[in-house]
């Protein structure tokens, strides 16, 4: 036989294994959404729309995404989390047969900003056991390079850096990201404009001042079912929800479509391929 026939036939074959798993994955990610809509739409049974996901769900990728988010719900009505704490593992959200996948990193980073949700209201509740869980688990990736330099697992130390009172709170970092000195990290540049709405928002709340074009993205970041939950809780959401012109600057928003995604799933990438593989259906 050819060599050209064999690449192909190889090709083809390796096409039609990607596609079947992609396929299942936007089939898993499509019942996810059930307890990611619970969060954004602060549902009443949130935690037992996400509770009924994880027993039902077998998973475990998507068990312990999802566990993240019960976390929120058990913090924000004062439920006891040892059994969820105890459950979690965030190895295969990050790792296939126990190496670390970029790839399915990047795909989950939703996760991660929940992840920031987290312990930004663990904090604020005296919600300790919470926050020391969360960092252990997070220590246990510490090795990998390119889980402790990417941008969204930095965020979560120096946001961890403003409530925990250290250093210098964070206000380096979040300014630095905010004047665009962030070459060394790794990033979605998709999403860079709503990690430095996190900063921007964290900034004000230590009492910082911003330039007008930061304090845009704050406005902006309030628009958004996510940016919303964050800002409620910082205290800051009655102040950046006032304003009722739009915002007209292009260069320092995040675009419209990833708006409209955050408010979905919080993640790009989900989104679209969600959608490329409806589009085959």
């Known amino acids: 036989m050819p060599i050209f026939l064999l690449i192909m036939i190889a090709f083809m074959g390796y096409m039609m294994y990607k596609n079947i798993g992609l396929a299942k994955k936007n089939k898993l990610m499509k019942k996810y959404f059930v307890c990611t809509d619970a969060i954004l739409n602060q549902k009443e049974d949130a935690y037992e729309i996400i509770s009924e996901y994880i027993q039902n769900e077998e998973n475990p990728e998507m068990q312990n995404k999802a566990r993240i988010l019960k976390l929120i719900t058990e913090v924000d009505h004062s439920i006891d989390s040892s059994d969820t704490l105890s459950f979690l593992d965030l190895t295969p959200v990050i790792k296939t047969k126990d190496q670390f996948d970029k790839a399915k990193f990047q795909y989950n980073s939703d996760t991660f900003f929940w992840a920031i949700e987290l312990l930004i209201k663990a904090h604020l509740k005296h919600r300790e056991e919470v926050v020391t869980r969360l960092k252990e688990e997070y220590a246990r990736f510490e ?121 979905t799933e919080v993640s790009i990438k989900n989104s679209e391929e969600v959608k490329k593989e409806d589009q085959k259906d």
Do not use: H, W
Request: aromatic residues 14%; proline residues 1%.
């Open 143 to 263: 090795e990998i390079e390119d889980f402790k330099k990417d941008i969204v697992i930095v965020l979560f130390y120096e946001c961890d850096k403003v409530f925990a009172q250290y250093g210098d709170e964070g206000k380096t970092f979040f300014k630095n990201l905010l004047s665009g000195e962030y070459s060394s990290y790794v990033y979605d540049k998709r999403m860079i404009s709503f990690y430095k709405s996190i900063a921007a928002s964290l900034l004000v709340y230590e009492g910082e001042s911003l330039e007008s074009e930061d304090e845009e993205l704050v406005y902006t970041f309030a628009k958004m079912k996510a940016g919303k939950i964050m800002l409620k809780e910082l205290g800051l959401f009655d102040k950046y929800a006032k304003k009722e012109e739009p915002v007209t600057s292009d260069e320092n928003l995040i675009e419209s479509d990833d708006a409209d995604v955050i408010d």
